[in-house]
């Protein structure tokens, strides 16, 4: 199968929730980097989408970024990376989209949430 050609096994219930974990694990890697640049107004994120080996970097503003974090179905990915069975395009920016989990991903994202665990005043430190 070549390389970003869809596979028989690119839908339903097994693909969503593989897909939803590709995408809370670059929301974990993306929380981790704005815990360190804290004092800085901006930082290079990872496209949270759920393609396989996707390793797209996004600069965005750190209150942008806490935009997108307003609830927990919300993702950031690169144009393009939007993944029709599970994602749904709310924002449009110049450098990223802003996706809002459908279905079975939708639960994978709030199960997996680290921010739905905090007390309310925790959240934006």
Do not use: W
């Amino acid at each position: 199968m070549a390389s970003g050609s869809a596979g028989p096994q690119e839908t339903g219930e097994g693909f969503e929730l593989a897909v939803a974990g590709g995408e809370v694990t670059g929301r974990r890697v993306n929380e981790a980097i704005e815990r360190g640049q804290a004092s800085a107004d901006t930082a290079v994120f990872m496209c949270e989408c759920g393609r396989v080996g996707c390793n797209t970097m996004i600069p965005m503003r750190l209150t942008d970024y806490e935009a997108v974090r307003t609830d927990f179905d919300r993702f950031f990915v690169a144009p393009g990376h939007e993944i029709g069975d599970v994602d749904r395009v709310v924002e449009r920016h110049p450098d990223y989209l802003v996706v809002i989990k459908t279905g079975d991903a939708r639960e994978v994202a709030r199960d997996a949430d680290p921010r739905a665990r905090m007390p309310d005043e925790d959240k934006r430190q």
